[in-house]
Each structure stands twice: as C-alpha cells, then as structure tokens.
C-alpha cells in the first residue's frame, strides 16, 4: 500500500505495540541543561544506567552567557545548572559539547551541522524545536523531562500514532531575498492556527520546498510545534545528501546510504493523509507578528487588525486579541510600519544559521544601527560563529553598530543575562511572541532577519521588499 | 506515583484559549534543578504584581477558589514550550484535574507521568463547566464527570487510564518489554544500512 515518508520512518522503528501504543525506538537523543537534571536525578535514585550512551549527545545552550566566555557565569543558579550537566554526562558516559568545545551552540544547530542529525532517523530532545531536525527527513520531536528519563533508560519512547497533514507550498516567491522562509512558515501559522496542527506530523511539500536551502527548510520545520504539530518533515533530496555529506558523524560509506535514501525516504504516489492544506507562495509579503502567539501575524504592508477582524467571530479568540494588544500596547489600525522598536534580536534555533546572518548582513553594510535601537547577533554555534567571521560578517555587523556575541538560545527566551526590559519592543528572528518570553514585560514582534536588519537601521519595521537585497 | 482516587472539588475557571507553558511557568523557574516546589511559580507573572503582591483580580488568587483541584481552560492549553515544569507547578499547586477542549499533545502526555489528568470535552460541555458554581466529581475509573447530579462521561486512552489509576511507573513497565527492545537493536546490528 501506498505509504505517507512519516508512515515509513515510523514502521521501521517500532520496536513493540501494545493496545494501540507504540514503542518507538529512538536513534538519536539530544540533550540540553534545562530539561535534563531530573531526569538524571531519576535515574540515579531507581539504580538505572542510560542505554545508548554512543546515541546520547549533550550541549549547553539555554542558560549560557553570550558574553565573554573566558569570564566566570555570574548567575548561580544557571551555573549550577550548566555544572549539574557537565556532571551527569561524565557520570553517565555522554559526550558533552561543552561551553569551551568549538562545537557547542543550540542543539537543534549543531545537531545537523555535526551530522548528528541523519535521514530517515528518530531524534528527541527535551525541546520543543526538536521539529527542527525534520528538514532532513527525521521524525523528531520535543518531549518532557519524564520521556527524556524514559529515552536515556530504555532508548525508547512509547506513542499514539500521529496523524499525518500535508502542507503543500507551492508556487514562485516575488523576490526570494525578501520573501523567506520565515514568512512563508509564519504565514501557514497564521492561517491554520496555533492549534492547527495538533496530534498531527506535517509533511511540507511542493515545488517551493524544493527551491529551499537546507537552512531555509530548517526555519520551516522548527516552527512546526507553533502550529501544534509533533514534527515537521520534509522528504531528503539532492540538497539534504550535498548539507551532509563530510559532516563529522554521518557514516562512513556515506554514498552508499545515500542511494538507500534515495530509494526509501520519500511518500508513494497515491499516498493518502489525513489532512491537508496549500499555501501559493506568490502571494506572501514579509511578515510581523503583533499579537502575542506566533498566529497573531500580518502583512507588513498591512495594520494592527482590531480583534473583531483577528477573530472573525470567535469569541475566545476576540478575547484574546483584545489582552494581546492591551500587552502589546498597539492601537488597532496603525500601519506595522509605524510600530517603532527599541531592540533587535537576530538569533534562536529558527534563524541564526550562516545563510541567515549573510541575509541580513546585506541590509546593514555600510548603514548604522538607528541610535534608539540597541541590536544584537547572536549565531546559533560556535562554527556559526566562525564561518561567518571568516567572511567578515562580525565587522559589517559590529561596524553599524550591532554587538556580536557568543552562540546559545540567548534572548529567543531569556534564561540568560540577555532579556528586554518591561516595556521595551523587539524585532526578534526568533520563534514565540508570547508574554514574557524575551523578558517580564517585554514585547516581542517575530519577524525574518532580514526585517530585523532593516528595523534596526530604521528604528521602526520597513518593507524589505523596496529594498535592494540582491 | 500515587494511584489516582476520584477527585471532588469546586473548579478554578481560567478563560483563556491557547495558554502557552511560558505563562504557566516563566522562563525564570526552568533553572532549578529538582522536581519539587514548583506550585508557587504557577502562573507567576499572571498572578503578582512586580512587588511581589497577588494581583486582585487574577481566579488564582480569589480566595473561593484556594483549595480547588480541577482547572477549568479553554482550547489548546498547554502550548508552545516542552517544559515540564509546567506539569510539575500545576501538580504542586494541587490540581490533579485540567479540563479543556484540547491540550498540545507535549503537555498532554506530560500530565500523565506526573499523576495529572487532562480530560478533553465537547464545546458545550466546557461551557456547562464554566457556568457551574458548584463542586463537581471526577470519576477516573468510571471515566464520568458529575456535574449537578448529571453525569457527563469523558474519553481517555486505556494506557493513561492504567497508568493513572495504578500510579505506575512508566520506565519500569517498558523494560518489561525489553526482549523486543534487544531484538529491535540485533536486527539493526545486522543491518547493512545501521543508524542506531
């Protein structure tokens, strides 16, 4: 029978059923400072060892400073954290990216970029934005601390069966350098909603997937969970085997599963899913955020809606709308471009990759950051970090006024010293708008990294489309 | 895990759709590094004012409702982050029931390894639900809520349900299968194309 790409990874993982639950066996789990300790502390207590311990890597990213690294962290309880660990990976046995390690940055950056991160595989991680790794054609997903727990004792993860949602995205973008990934993704968010994808695996598919780059794919499938989704995936092409190919642990005879993947890891003709949504690319215009949920978006060129339009007749969402633009403080009907910003963000697991800063880049050579802008960079891994200082991106950047820094998840949630004010309003590439998230008080627009570039130079959004981005 | 008994409690009605787990628990709280104590972080930044003071007019803090078990909230709790600690607050703070229309599937599956039961009703029994001022009784074995001497019965997945009602502890039962855990892994030993 015809078979769904999801439908696929998913038998050939399935280590037990019972009644109607899967045991799933997990080939890659990713773990971070966060979410990790009490699983590990549960370990400990019931005298139980982790499994895989060659399938089990380890970074720290959420807690850590983006400032000098030579310096002490100067908050306890994220030191402690990052310590606790450091500690369990050594007792445990688990490689360990650490905050020195020329590989360390944001789990779902370094987990591809390592070649971690392999066709046809399952990943985890006590993440959300584990759908990232979807983008490579692997079913992957965010779990608690309990099922990290269960993952690092028995390499395996007991589910219902998701359903499966194809979105189809198709069509030619009016101008690529403007129009990215980010709006494309936060445009189907829009429109399906943050529930959308509930109890569901997306396939993205279409002729604008194809044209994608790997990291513009990567930006798709890690807002995946912001609709609702478990995952994100898009089936591996010439493009995936090209991304992957030399990465330091990908296998040895590499061609070799390439053909095997070429074979297998794709979704029969005549394969059915259970739901289904297109989205013609031709239509979308960059996108800002101005609620606080990542469906709260509209077109740049367009206004604050009032929450009778946002709602179109739901009451709970009118409700909603209403508290969202009181936090907010914005007046429905002002053009978006109108909104002035006091901060600009541009980083996260969505866009802080190399192709992501070389974008937004080009909007700030030679232009200075607008003088009640305070901006920052902040690339999402140390070999981030190095490629793009070895293309000079840190001088262009550092020299309109932006501050560089260290690689970690930074002011996408605030864990550490990088936060907004109460109050202050942000351009941030990052992936959730929600109350508090970059800082008690603030408030967040989501935006691509280019309209974060053009924000920071103009102090307000700007349509990148009248730019010239080429 | 505790054997989870039939809860009766008045209900804490949170009218809100879409609650992210970035308001359930702010970032602030992710940086401890044990399971317990979590309940007074609970919806932190919704419930005092920056001087630390209870603000007047957020449910949690209207004193009718201080012992209330079961959280009443509209669609899609639960969203957004993985964090736990979510969970682990709700559960500290006493509630050992959340009813809503829907949960995001994390969160959801989330409550079940911490002893706290997320049921999922029609649109029109949720309202029924919020316009109760009086205790309701939730019946996990029965799978019946009872609302005014009316019963309103409720789905759950037979797993959750076991697990639940017999307080077990999930890594223990899976081991119980690990010959087919053993057997998975010596097929991929053999296996031309390995990945784990």
């Given at each position: 029978m015809a078979q769904t790409l999801f439908e696929k990874i998913w038998n050939s993982h399935v280590a037990d059923e019972q009644s109607g639950r899967w045991l799933l066996y997990i080939d890659r789990h990713l773990i971070h400072e966060v979410t990790s300790p009490q699983a590990f502390d549960g370990l400990r207590s019931n005298k139980r060892k982790v499994r895989r311990t060659d399938l089990t890597f380890a970074t720290v990213d959420h807690n850590v400073p983006t400032s000098d690294r030579s310096l002490p962290i100067v908050d306890q309880t994220s030191a402690m954290q990052i310590m606790a660990l450091e500690r369990n990976c050594k007792e445990f046995g688990i490689q360990l990216f650490d905050i020195h390690s020329p590989n360390q940055g944001i789990v779902h950056v370094i987990g591809p970029e390592l070649g971690i991160?392999?066709?046809?595989?399952?990943?985890?991680?006590?993440?959300?934005?584990?759908?990232?790794h979807g983008a490579f054609g692997s079913l992957a997903f965010g779990i608690g601390t309990s099922d990290v727990e269960h993952v690092l004792a028995t390499q395996c993860i007991w589910m219902e069966k998701p359903k499966t949602f194809e979105i189809k995205i198709e069509g030619k973008r009016r101008n690529p350098h403007a129009v990215t990934a980010k709006d494309i993704i936060l445009s189907i968010i829009k429109q399906i909603g943050t529930g959308g994808g509930v109890g569901t695996v997306i396939e993205y598919r279409g002729d604008t997937i194809s044209e994608l780059s790997m990291e513009q794919r990567m930006t798709i499938c890690n807002m995946s969970i912001e609709a609702g989704a478990r995952a994100g995936l898009i089936a591996p092409d010439e493009k995936t085997f090209q991304y992957?190919?030399?990465r330091k642990y990908v296998p040895k005879?590499?061609?070799?599963?390439?053909?095997?993947?070429?074979?297998?890891l794709k979704t029969d003709s005549g394969a059915k899913f259970d739901k289904s949504f297109t989205i013609q690319t031709d239509k979308i215009v960059p996108q800002v955020s101005w609620g606080t949920n990542p469906a709260m978006t509209v077109d740049v060129t367009g206004r604050v809606p009032s929450p009778e339009e946002h709602a179109k007749g739901n009451p709970d969402e009118e409700k909603a709308a209403a508290k969202a633009l009181q936090y907010m403080e914005l007046k429905p009907g002002i053009s978006i471009t109108d909104i002035s910003i006091d901060r600009v963000f541009i980083g996260s697991c969505t866009n802080s990759r190399l192709e992501d800063l070389i974008e937004a880049s080009k909007v700030v050579k030679g232009k200075k950051v607008s003088s009640k802008v305070r901006a920052m960079v902040v690339p999402g891994s140390?070999?981030?970090?190095?490629?793009?200082?070895?293309?000079?991106?840190?001088?262009?950047?550092?020299d309109s006024g932006f501050e560089w820094r260290e690689s970690g998840c930074s002011m996408c949630l605030g864990m550490n010293p990088d936060i907004l004010a109460s109050g202050e309003r942000c351009a941030s590439t990052s992936n959730r708008n929600f109350e508090g998230r970059q800082g008690f008080g603030?408030?967040?627009h989501l935006v691509s990294p280019v309209m974060a570039a053009a924000a920071a130079i103009n102090g307000h959004f700007v349509d990148v489309q009248d730019l010239d981005l080429n | 895990m505790k054997p989870f008994g039939i809860v009766r409690s008045i209900v804490t009605p949170l009218d809100s759709v879409n609650i992210d787990t970035d308001q359930i628990v702010p970032k602030q709280f992710l940086k401890l590094i044990q399971k317990s104590g979590f309940g007074q972080y609970l919806f932190f930044d919704w419930r005092y004012e920056k001087d630390g003071k209870p603000k007047k007019d957020?449910?949690?803090?209207?004193?009718?409702?201080?012992?209330?078990?079961?959280?009443?909230?509209?669609d899609n709790f639960g969203c957004g982050s993985s964090r736990e600690h979510a969970v682990w607050a709700l559960q500290d703070y006493g509630f050992q029931v959340i009813v809503s229309t829907s949960f995001a599937d994390i969160f959801y599956s989330n409550c079940f390894k911490n002893g706290v039961l997320p049921i999922r009703v029609n649109?029109?029994?949720?309202q029924k639900l919020f316009s109760t001022k009086s205790e309701i009784e939730v019946d996990l074995e029965r799978q019946i809520i009872w609302v005014n001497a009316i019963t309103i019965p409720f789905d759950i997945e037979a797993h959750w349900k076991k697990v639940l009602l017999e307080g077990l502890d999930d890594i223990a039962v899976t081991l119980k299968h690990e010959d087919k855990i053993l057997k998975y892994e010596k097929a991929q030993e053999n296996s031309k194309f390995r990945i784990s």
């Open positions: 991160t392999l066709p046809g595989t399952t990943i985890v991680c006590g993440d959300s934005h584990t759908s990232t992957l190919k030399g005879n590499y061609d070799e599963y390439v053909e095997y993947w070429c074979e297998n140390q070999l981030v970090k190095k490629q793009a200082e070895e293309l000079g991106l840190d001088k262009i950047f550092k603030g408030r967040t | 957020f449910v949690l803090n209207d004193l009718q409702y201080k012992n209330s078990k079961i959280l009443l909230v509209r649109e029109q029994t949720l």
